[in-house]
Antibody
């Protein structure tokens, strides 16, 4: 069974940094684009960032560009999100999610849907 | 970014009812529209993609239609397991955006 498992969330002060991790299992992690999607409780999900299967294509939402960095290590079936200069408005449940289709390009048009999601890791930014 | 607007925000229905949720895009997204179901404390679950294609393992009581800027999700006969929040998502551009959600609760 394909699964994603996030970790690394927590309580952090504004302006500080945090690194999220996501490990994939039960599928060929190295063949799929993977993404970070966040959700404030009671609101719709918001796409944050995505990275292609071979790391050649990376994209960010405007709200995090310049502050967040996405990366992956296919040898470890892992996805990462380095979050710097955190703001109160970054408070949310952060999910990792994979593309439905194989070998996708993140900035393709059209892009792709998310067929597998992790259980999420909560990030709270507060003083 | 493309804005997605769902209606209604909340829908009260009974088991066995036919339920329809509408999603409107702020610009033409062709048929690159997906629907997800989310239950409390769980991640969203993909139901339908490309407006009308049923994801593997999803019950045929779920169906989707539409193109351009207006789309619908229909549940033909509501089951107890279907009480949840439903989100639409456009993927016509790489900046995927979601609707605000429609909560289907028990009448």
């Amino acid at each position: 069974e394909a699964q994603l498992l996030e970790s690394g969330g927590g309580l952090v002060q504004p302006g500080r940094s945090l690194r999220l991790s996501c490990v994939g299992s039960g599928f060929s992690f190295e063949d799929f684009g993977v993404h970070w999607v966040r959700q404030v409780p009671g609101k719709g999900p918001e796409w944050v960032s995505g990275i292609s299967w071979n790391s050649d294509s990376i994209a960010y939402a405007d709200s995090v560009k310049g502050r967040f960095t996405i990366s992956r290590d296919n040898a470890k079936n892992s996805l990462y999100l380095e979050m710097n200069s955190l703001r109160v408005e970054d408070t949310a449940l952060y999910y990792c999610a994979k593309d439905l289709s194989i070998y996708g390009v993140v900035e393709a048009r059209p892009s792709d849907v998310f067929d597998i999601w992790g259980q999420g890791t909560m990030v709270t930014v507060s003083s | 970014d493309i804005q997605m607007t769902q209606s209604p925000s909340t829908l009260s229905a009974s088991v066995g009812d036919r339920v329809t949720i509408t999603c409107r895009a702020s610009q033409n997204i062709n048929n690159y529209l997906a629907w997800y179901q989310q239950k409390p404390g769980k991640a969203p679950k993909l139901l339908i993609y490309k407006a009308s294609s049923l994801e593997t393992g999803i019950s045929s009581r779920f169906s989707g239609s539409g193109s351009g800027t207006e789309f619908t999700l229909t549940i033909s006969s509501l089951q107890p397991d279907d009480f949840a929040i439903y989100y639409c998502q456009q993927y016509n551009t790489y900046r995927r955006t979601f609707g605000q959600g429609t909560k289907v609760d028990i009448k």
